[in-house]
């Protein structure tokens, strides 16, 4: 904790606390139906890696059998980290885990999609997670370029913008058949230097972010750029000219 806050807090996580964590997991374990012979251990938060780790118990004799994954933005179960719900139930009635061989396939060949070629208006989040695992071969997105427009206004912060853009990329991932392409199409990003979301260039971004920032004369312009953290050079802009960059 930092001065009262939980690090989930600092980092704006969707999942706060412990409490929430487990209420993730359990219907995770409801929709494998094993809610009734699993019991959770203490879950753990990873801000290294942005995830939950929720340790799954033998009801009966407390041993642990699995975990299940969250990614603490988002609150979705990461799949492809969790313990596959078959290897619960393998291990719950003693019997040897066996891994699944792999099929053969030869080289640079891969499955068609069976889907059919559809026009779908909607919601992208609500949209890929109606489609089936795998189904698709290319993926191109060009989201809105959260405040590179005056009408691009859906989202009031820009990490609220980061989210939304987490989210479907996380659903993308699992309808994607293995071995196709994912492609994104992003604008750069203008945060004026006084915003407090200026900060979030220290971490991550999805494009380049550009921070606008008032400078009294051309000295102070060239200082702030040669001075910038994140070692880009943002545009600048003096009082005397306002209309030119520097």
């Given at each position: 904790?930092?001065?009262?806050?939980?690090?989930?807090?600092?980092?704006?996580?969707?999942?706060?606390d412990?409490?929430?964590?487990?209420?993730v997991?359990?219907v995770?374990?409801?929709?494998?139906?094993?809610?009734?012979?699993?019991?959770f251990?203490?879950?753990?938060?990873?801000?290294?890696?942005?995830?939950?780790?929720?340790?799954?118990?033998?009801?009966?004799?407390q041993?642990?059998?699995?975990?299940?994954?969250?990614?603490?933005?988002?609150?979705l179960?990461?799949?492809?980290?969790?313990?596959?719900?078959?290897?619960?139930?393998?291990?719950?009635?003693?019997?040897k885990?066996?891994?699944?061989?792999?099929?053969?396939?030869?080289?640079?060949?891969?499955?068609?999609?069976?889907?059919?070629?559809?026009?779908?208006?909607?919601?992208?989040?609500?949209?890929?997670?109606?489609?089936?695992?795998g189904?698709?071969?290319?993926i191109?997105?060009?989201?809105?370029?959260?405040?590179?427009?005056?009408?691009?206004?859906?989202?009031v912060?820009?990490?609220e913008?980061?989210?939304?853009?987490r989210?479907?990329?996380?659903?993308?991932?699992?309808?994607?058949?293995?071995?196709?392409?994912?492609?994104?199409?992003?604008?750069p990003?203008?945060?004026?230097?006084?915003?407090?979301?200026?900060?979030?260039?220290?971490?991550?971004?999805?494009?380049?972010?550009?921070?606008?920032?008032?400078?009294?004369?051309?000295?102070?312009?060239?200082?702030?750029?040669?001075?910038?953290?994140?070692?880009?050079r943002?545009?600048?802009?003096?009082?005397?000219?306002?209309?030119?960059?520097?």
């Amino acid at each position: 904790m930092t001065r009262g806050r939980m690090v989930t807090q600092l980092r704006k996580y969707s999942i706060i606390d412990v409490q929430a964590a487990k209420e993730v997991a359990m219907v995770w374990l409801e929709q494998a139906q094993l809610q009734n012979a699993v019991t959770f251990g203490l879950p753990e938060v990873d801000d290294r890696y942005h995830v939950w780790r929720v340790p799954l118990l033998n009801q009966t004799g407390q041993e642990r059998i699995g975990e299940v994954v969250i990614d603490a933005r988002t609150s979705l179960i990461l799949e492809n980290k969790s313990t596959a719900p078959g290897t619960l139930e393998a291990r719950l009635l003693g019997r040897k885990v066996e891994s699944a061989p792999s099929a053969p396939r030869a080289r640079d060949t891969y499955a068609l999609s069976a889907l059919r070629n559809t026009v779908i208006q909607g919601d992208s989040e609500a949209i890929l997670s109606d489609l089936p695992a795998g189904s698709v071969d290319l993926i191109f997105t060009s989201p809105p370029y959260y405040n590179a427009r005056p009408e691009y206004t859906d989202y009031v912060t820009y990490e609220e913008y980061l989210l939304k853009i987490r989210k479907i990329m996380q659903q993308a991932h699992r309808v994607l058949a293995e071995g196709r392409f994912f492609v994104m199409n992003v604008s750069p990003v203008l945060i004026r230097q006084d915003d407090p979301m200026a900060t979030v260039n220290q971490e991550e971004t999805f494009g380049p972010l550009l921070t606008v920032m008032t400078v009294p004369d051309a000295a102070a312009a060239i200082e702030a750029a040669n001075s910038t953290r994140s070692q880009t050079r943002p545009p600048c802009f003096t009082s005397q000219a306002p209309g030119r960059r520097t």
